[in-house]
């Protein structure tokens, strides 16, 4: 199998998790370039992988003003910074890893695709999930034909409460107008592995959600604007105290580098630094009193090709997980991300059995295996070799992104969409 050289641009949290999963298959990638603003992280990723001192650039447009001189490009910069990135890459001939969401706007998305198609490269989406343990095993239970026809799903994302107030409440994607709406960010995900499981095209969707609990409303009477301000009264016993969350846990690194960006000098945040983050930017906010217009709870209801019904929802108030019930013509199946099996009724036995999730040691790690999954997977895509069923192209995943757009109009709207018509508006097909 051919080696793979790599450029990684953005050298944050994902782009790293990238890194080190392809460092860990030195078979199948080299890691030949890097382009991040961040010393400390730009520097981590050039010391740890050995990238030459000539393609270690300080933004992802330096790295891209040069010729082509590696085989796969990581997009993993902010989401903002997918779009231009992406289309430069391509003109330039990269095959390429883009961390979701695709982009920030349908149209992006479409002209992504396109150029894409037109170039002749292959861009494949981080929706990680399609390479994890769980749902390869979902997949293939579904695809044996077990469970017969699908009729109707329930499908819920449990965001986590910590998790939905350091992403979406305090960080980098609390604003639907600076990046994009929960459907997009977080949950196209989602959007995506129910049309992957169901098989069908989505015909209709409608949605409700709104941003209710992390509002001033509920912020107690005299809480301060940020946590270090002192004077909460409940500034012992609340979950969401900063202080707590950022600089008391030293082992969150994940917490620690994010809410430092732009102030660590390092790869490993100081406590001055982490103190300096929760002074000046929005992780040191009160979750009552953040910059935030994100959804903490949704719901979205799909009608599939053939009269398959799909019923997700969406929520912060939680430990975290996804959970998924299956009902088909031929039985239920159940499952939770937490476990090692699932549950599956097959009516002719009218009894539950347990299905033990597929492993292999090329899983581990990261979203239930998914990150390594992905990686692994890429290069015998690349190669030619593959011969699984978790790989989509830029088009497919184009197309499920759309769903997430189509129901955030029904949700701003209070509307049924057709997603058929709403594909049109945009030049494209939903097949």
Known sequence: MRKLSVLILGAGGRGRTYAHCMGDMPDRYEIVGVGEPVEGRRRHIADTFGVPAEHVYDSWRSALAVPKFADVCVISTMDEEHYEPALRAIELGYDILLEKPIAQTVEQCAEIAAA??????????????????????????????????????????AVGHIHQSHSFVRGNWHSEEETTPMLIAKSCHDMDIIQWLIGRRCKKVSSFGQLTYFTPDYAPEGAPVRCIDGGCPIEDTCVYNCKKLYYDDKNNMWFRRSSTRGIAAGDIPTDEEVMQALQTTDYGLCVYHANNDVVDHQVVNMEFDGGATCCFSMCAFNSGGRYIRIFGTGGELRAFDGEDHLDFFPFEKRDWVQIPLMTDDTRGGNHGGGDRGIVYDLSEYLNGTYNGCSVADISISTANHLIGFAAERARHTDTVVDVDRFFEEYGLKNE
């Open 116 to 157: 894409a198609n037109k170039k002749g490269v292959k861009v494949i989406v981080c929706h990680v999930l399609r390479y994890t343990s769980f749902y390869r095993t979902v997949k293939s239970v579904l695809d044996s034909g077990r469970v017969g026809q699908v009729m109707s799903v329930m499908a819920a994302e």
